[in-house]
């Protein structure tokens, strides 16, 4: 397996408090690697010491196959949570500024056009939008033709249309073949772009592998819901879990077929029954017990 990183027994503490506890993970080259979890599961933590921001207390952290060395903050692209611009400054200026602080540097022009940047690229840096500036943070982390790039929560506090523009973009960054590790609070957004997640919480890494390997593993049964009205017999009768929910019958299964033909045979009226099927934040919350927090 050609690993573009490694992170072998990682530890971060603070005085006495562990921020990440021993986590080990492999990033193959030219996927994404999503790290999810609640607000102090680590994962921040855990990028922040990869990027070589701060120290670890113990652990190795190898890119290529060796120990980073000085060349690496020059080979890596990063998108942080928060980034200060100067305000004054136009986005095509911002863009060459940037630039000009490394030594190998990218196509502007190729760059405006992959982030959506080409009609906005003359206004100040104080003058464009949430989605605009996160669109614009991704440029710059890109500007320096990084064969690795961390985006740490890069859709938090975009609407839906702002979110997916964005993820259309990555997407395209991963098309050119660039490693990519994520971190988010989106469960639909790891799920769509991840190829591989491990989930922390507590510091620790509690589970991996890629999003159809965790739902199939944690959350194998599917959501059947009808209005309580539809059902005229009583749900005693059918070997299957369920919930009743205000007006609703949630049926937990795992074989569809089964239960459908059931209900069928009961005549249930199906008219307005929903099926849903486990997705990653089912996952999530079986595995942490926690509600996602922005």
């Not at 990869?50 to 980073?68: A, N, Q």
């Not at 500024?97 to 840096?125: G, P, V």
């Not at 199906?270 to 099926?275: A, S």
Request: charged residues 25%; hydrophobic residues 35%.
């Amino acid at each position: 397996m050609n690993y573009l990183l490694e992170i072998k027994n990682l530890v971060k503490k603070y005085k006495q408090v562990v921020a990440v506890d021993g986590i080990s993970f492999s990033v193959t080259e030219g996927t994404c690697f999503g790290l999810i979890g609640p607000n102090g599961a680590g994962k921040t933590t855990t990028i922040e010491v990869i990027e070589d921001i701060i120290p670890p207390t113990s652990g190795e952290i190898l890119y290529k196959g060796k120990p980073r060395s000085s060349s690496f903050k020059q080979e890596v692209g990063i998108q942080f949570q928060q980034t200060a611009l100067l305000s004054s400054l136009t986005i095509r200026e911002t863009l060459k500024i940037f630039k000009s602080l490394y030594n190998k540097s990218a196509d502007i022009e190729e760059i405006i056009d992959i982030c959506n940047l080409r009609e906005i690229q003359k206004r100040i840096n104080d003058k464009i939008s949430g989605g605009q500036k996160q669109r614009l943070m991704l440029a710059l982390a890109m500007i320096n033709k990084p064969e690795l790039m961390f985006l740490d929560e890069p859709s938090t506090g975009l609407d839906p249309q702002a979110r997916r523009n964005l993820w259309s973009i990555i997407h395209k960054i991963k098309e050119k073949g660039k490693t990519i590790i994520l971190t988010t609070h989106y469960m639909e957004e790891a799920q769509r772009i991840c190829d591989e997640i491990a989930i922390m919480d507590n510091g620790k890494i509690i589970a991996q592998g890629t999003p159809n390997q965790l739902i199939k593993k944690y959350c194998e049964e599917i959501t059947i819901i009808l209005p309580k009205d539809s059902i005229g017999f009583s749900m005693e009768q059918i070997p299957f879990r369920y919930l009743e929910i205000n007006d609703k019958i949630e049926i937990k299964t795992s074989d569809i077929n089964s239960c459908l033909n059931i209900l069928i045979s009961k005549c249930t009226d199906l008219t307005e029954l929903v099926v849903r099927s486990p997705n990653l934040e089912n996952v999530y919350l079986n595995l942490t017990g926690k509600r996602l927090r922005d």
